[in-house]
């Protein structure tokens, strides 16, 4: 059993925030670099669909998992330099609401992976057409939206206890299974 639960673990929590956090840290680079040779309104503007989508995958799931959405902006050119948000409260009782910070604080990357394999399956562009710069500016734009943010991670953290016990419940279950 403890084999099989140090797999789920690694199959199911380390691997995933691993990918999560190397994704959000390259997003995070090429967005201080962008930063430094163009400027921050430059960089809100090209990244606007990666930040709309990035906001929306939060907005989504926080519904999902019965969150009371406060207040949220898709997109914005704000003095503090946030582009956007999504502010929610939840049942701090429910043990489905705190689960759901894991998806929650994560969900732009599963957001932006849909979006990706979406435009690359549906608009795959022929080399040297208008489509293929369309897809080249939007997967630009998309890599903007990428990076997690310290309140994304905090969130996602929130949740993690109570998607290791559904990680060790699902295991337990598997080994009932087996074992009949």
């Not at 926080?62 to 946030?82: C, E, M, P, R, Y």
């Not at 997967?139 to 309140?151: D, E, K, P, T």
């Not at 991670?153 to 337990?172: A, E, K, R, S």
Request: aromatic letters at 18%; hydrophobic letters at 55%.
């Amino acid at each position: 059993m403890i084999d099989l639960l140090v797999r789920h673990y690694i199959w199911w929590f380390i691997i995933p925030i691993i990918i999560t956090y190397i994704l959000s840290l390259i997003s995070q680079q090429i967005t201080r670099w962008a930063m430094q040779q163009t400027s921050y309104a430059i960089i809100a503007i090209i990244g606007f669909f990666g930040i709309v989508i990035h906001e929306l995958s939060h907005l989504i799931i926080a519904i999902l998992f019965h969150h009371n959405i406060t207040d949220f902006k898709l997109w914005q050119l704000s003095n503090d330099g946030v582009l956007g948000y999504v502010n929610h409260t939840y049942n701090k009782n429910s043990f489905y609401q705190r689960f759901g910070n894991v998806f929650i604080g994560l969900a732009p990357i599963f957001g932006l992976g849909l979006a990706v394999y979406s435009l690359t399956f549906f608009m795959y562009p022929p080399l040297l057409s208008w489509r293929l710069l369309v897809v080249i500016c939007l997967m630009i734009s998309f890599v903007f939206g990428f990076n997690l943010s310290r309140a994304d991670w905090i969130n996602f953290w929130y949740g993690v206890p109570f998607y290791l016990i559904i990680i060790f419940i699902v295991t337990i279950i598997q080994m009932l299974l087996k074992k009949d």
